[in-house]
């Protein structure tokens, strides 16, 4: 299937290719006139809600164009620590922007819990089908930033299924084996064989 990935954020759709391109499924970025698409957030709807008003927004854009039927990916996703309630999670860009990772660093010392998890919730729409799915990957935060591979958390991210080292230090390739965002594009690849919900 071609899929059109509405997003702003390249890291993501390298991921996603890297999933769904072995499973026979091709990904682009969605470009409208020229720009990926920007959209707003309810992020008090968390994950999930945003993730469904994404798909909502990308498929009011493409309506009338000539992208109309093309099956569309949105994805939201976020990082959870255990020692705050559903914190950052769906705030994770704001929240990475205003105090940084070192910040969150100090937090995570604060509370003295260092578990931590990244959640994706993606759903993909085309016509008139829509499936969705979700992914986890657990883990816990690093005493300092490691590495420069990925983005975002990546650097104090040390997941479970790894060696010890963190996303940045892992690298792309173990980091699409193991993360939330490949357990939620592969469940997806697995849903378009069946019907939708
Ligand atoms: P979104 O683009 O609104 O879904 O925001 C995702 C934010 O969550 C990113 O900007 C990061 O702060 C964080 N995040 C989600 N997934 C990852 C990941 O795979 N690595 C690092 N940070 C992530």
Redesign the pocket.
Known sequence: MRILFA?G?E??IV?AREVLVPLGHSVEGLVINGLRPNFD?PKHLGLDG?AESKIRQAMELIQGSELEGSAILV?????FLDGFPEWPG?E??DV?KEIGLNGIIEKVKESGNSGAE?R?VAILSNENQVWKSKGICRGKISDHPRGSN?????PI?IPEEGDGGT?GELGNEV?NQI???KKAMLGLSNLLKSPSR
């Open positions: 997003t954020n890291n993501k991921e957030e945003v994805e939201d996703s976020g990082i769906a994770s860009s990475e990244y994706a990925g983005f975002g958390y990546d991210f996303f980091k993360s939330h965002r």
